[in-house]
């Protein structure tokens, strides 16, 4: 080591010293100086270590962490080994007897079970709880693994919640819910668009079972979401299942009174107001963080004294004052242009110095004007959280306009469909603003605008597929898809060139480097293929167990019986199969075209990102979940008995 580090190696007692403790590498504060990773880490990292140094945000920080991926796990890897091996080890004494052999059986059975128990144990705690590099990176190295975790698993579970039977009860004779004969003057109240209800539901198993999982799914959603905010939203004084379990059950215990009461019983049958309450729900973490920083006074600059080598570069140490604040500055600025306007100059008068102290602000003005960068940083994360819930109730109403309206020809279907994609790309672009992917762009989280893409993603697909139930003709179905990968295809290559990046840097639309642009816009290809096939896999799905399954009435939307609607369910299931085969086509194609053209693997990055931010993996999945579930839940038919 070069004489110019004047410094000692400093005692460490964490897995990393276990590590690195034959390693020539001094410790620079909190961190140590590792050298560079050999050839043989660089092929354990295998997708890793493809695009290092390519100028893409893995470069820098993201590079750290990428070597770090298997270095910092070997020892938590083998947690549960000396278990097993300890017993083996007591299980190894058997002679082998006859009078032992079903002893000897039990026990090997027994052994098995309990190292499955143990590795179940650690595979749930190392994806979902707290996820680890080393973990995701084995789950999305290979590509069916990896369809099976982000594809599969959110898809069966939207399906399996929505396929569980209710019970169902016949619908009384004088319900207003009744189709109208058609020569009364009530034949011509219009339906709702998902139809209209045909048998009464069980309105407790419904709270407790059907809306609780749903709930459930938004929190889970909402406190991922914090987690790659690297906040947690909850009392410490309460800690995390407390107070889940408390908005848990205020969650089914507020809607409780609304059923019981006669006359207010009509708004339980709105799947607006379940919907804008489950918003609620997922607002009280938002609230509750909030009211903890405001508690804490994190929103105000008094809250910790300045040390005195903080006060060196303050006013207040060279005048002797006390602490002093920009806001305290701007104060003073402001009575001296003030004094100075109220007294006349003379310029006769003789000079006199007064040695007197200039008025500062009172203390509570100090309080109320100062705001921390974290505290702002907080204020634009809620603010993306409220557009994204914002783009949810939109989408509602596109799709409430639109079922109430049919039918509608190919004209119409396309100004419908595209008007929402203009609709969410323009909040998603606002969104991935607020968010920003560097830091020191208002909450500058690669991560979270990492998922907000993908949640404005899904939720852009889920409406397109519930259209697909509502289409007449082939002829709709090829215009639709024909468009939209015609426009995936040719435009998605056109925006990653340099020419278009230097246009919109132009004309201030970006600030960041190709390389990072160019890195922004595959990822974007990456989570449009995980939302299109995650969408379409779960609409089939439902399109079966709904259709030929127990909760057909419930589900009237997909029930295709009516012989006055011009819809059909071979034509929607079979067309919808072509569709996704088109659509797993394009993305092919055009994922060729983009590594044939700029040299970059779309699927490469995608896992890169998994790997190195490994709490984007159960994020995801949450997120996946409650978009198709919302999707399935505002096209239910709710009538409690």
């Known amino acids: 080591m070069p004489d110019f580090f004047p410094f000692i190696p400093g005692t460490e007692t964490g897995r990393a010293a276990r590590q690195h403790a034959s390693d020539a590498s001094p410790l620079l504060g909190r961190f140590r100086a590792v050298p560079p990773a050999s050839r043989t880490a660089a ?79 650690r595979n749930v705690r190392d994806l979902w709880v707290a996820p680890r590099q080393t973990a995701v990176k084995r789950v999305v190295e290979s590509w069916w693994r990896r369809w099976g975790v982000l594809v599969f698993l959110p898809a069966a579970l939207a399906v399996a919640w929505c396929a569980v039977p209710f019970p169902q009860y016949a619908l ?29 539901v069980n309105f407790w198993f419904f709270l407790l079972v059907y809306y609780g999982f749903y709930n459930l799914t938004a929190l889970i959603w909402i406190t991922k979401v914090f987690n790659l905010y690297s906040l947690n939203w909850w009392p410490s004084t309460l800690g995390f299942p407390l107070t889940v379990s408390l908005i848990a059950i205020i969650s089914l215990a507020a809607p409780i009174p609304v059923y019981l009461i006669p006359e207010a019983r009509s708004i339980t049958v709105h799947n607006t107001a379940w919907i804008s309450w489950t918003f609620v729900i997922m607002a009280m973490p938002v609230a509750i963080a909030f009211c903890i920083l ?3 006074e994190r929103h105000l600059g008094l809250r910790n004294s300045l040390s005195e080598t903080q006060r060196i570069f303050t006013s207040s140490w060279w005048t002797g004052k006390s602490d002093t604040l920009s806001a305290t500055r701007d104060f003073n600025r402001r009575r001296g242009r003030l004094g100075r306007a109220r007294t006349s100059f003379d310029p006769d008068a003789a000079l006199q110095v007064a040695d007197q102290s200039r008025p500062t602000m009172p203390v509570f003005m100090q309080r109320r004007r100062w705001l921390p960068a974290s505290f702002v940083r907080f204020v634009w994360f809620c603010l993306a959280l409220f557009i994204s819930l914002l783009a949810y109730l939109i989408g509602e109403a596109y799709a409430e306009i639109y079922l109430r309206t049919l039918p509608h020809n190919s004209f119409e279907t396309i100004v419908y469909v595209y008007s929402w ?27 979270l605008s990492w998922i907000f893409k993908l949640y404005f993603m899904l939720t852009y697909q889920t409406y397109v597929r519930a259209l697909y139930a509502r289409l007449r003709s082939p002829t709709q179905f090829i215009w639709l898809q024909g468009l939209s990968s015609g426009f995936l295809i040719i435009l998605t290559p056109v925006t990653m060139t340099q020419t278009y990046h230097r246009v919109l840097s132009m004309i201030g639309l970006t600030t960041q480097s190709y390389a990072s642009y160019q890195k922004i816009c595959t990822r974007n290809v990456f989570i449009r293929f995980l939302a299109e096939n995650v969408s379409m896999l779960t609409f089939l799905g439902s399109i ?62 995608g896992k890169m990102d998994l790997a190195v931010w490994p709490e984007l993996l159960p994020t995801s999945v949450a997120v996946m979940l409650h978009v198709l579930q919302s999707m399935l839940f505002s096209i239910i038919r709710l009538h409690f008995r």
């Open 43 to 121: 092929r354990q990292l295998g997708l890793l270590s493809a695009s290092a140094g390519r100028g893409s945000v893995h470069v820098g920080y993201g590079a750290l962490l990428v070597a770090g991926v298997d270095s910092g796990s070997d020892d938590g890897d083998n947690d549960f080994d000396d278990d097993d091996d300890d017993d083996d080890d007591g299980m190894g004494n058997d002679n082998g007897s006859g009078g032992r052999g079903c002893g000897k059986v039990m026990r090997k059975v027994l052994r098995t079970w309990r190292r499955f128990a143990r590795s179940s144990r």
């Open 172 to 200: 009384p004779p004088n319900s207003h819910e009744t189709k109208p004969m058609p020569d009364t003057p009530s034949s011509r109240h219009r339906a709702p668009g998902h139809g209209e209800a045909r048998v009464q």
């Open 294 to 296: 405001m508690t804490h």
């Open 421 to 447: 994609v203009v609709t969410v790309h323009l909040l998603d672009a606002l969104t991935g603003w607020i968010l920003g992917a560097t830091e020191g762009e208002r909450v500058g989280s690669y991560p």
């Open 544 to 605: 079966l167990v709904l259709h030929f399954g127990a909760n057909k009435d419930v589900y009237p939307y997909f029930a295709f019986d009516d012989p006055d609607e011009l819809y059909d369910f071979e034509l929607t299931f079979y067309a919808s199969m072509i569709t996704w085969a088109c659509e797993l086509t394009a993305g092919i194609v055009l994922r060729g075209l983009i590594r044939w053209i700029f040299g970059v693997n779309a699927s490469v990055e």
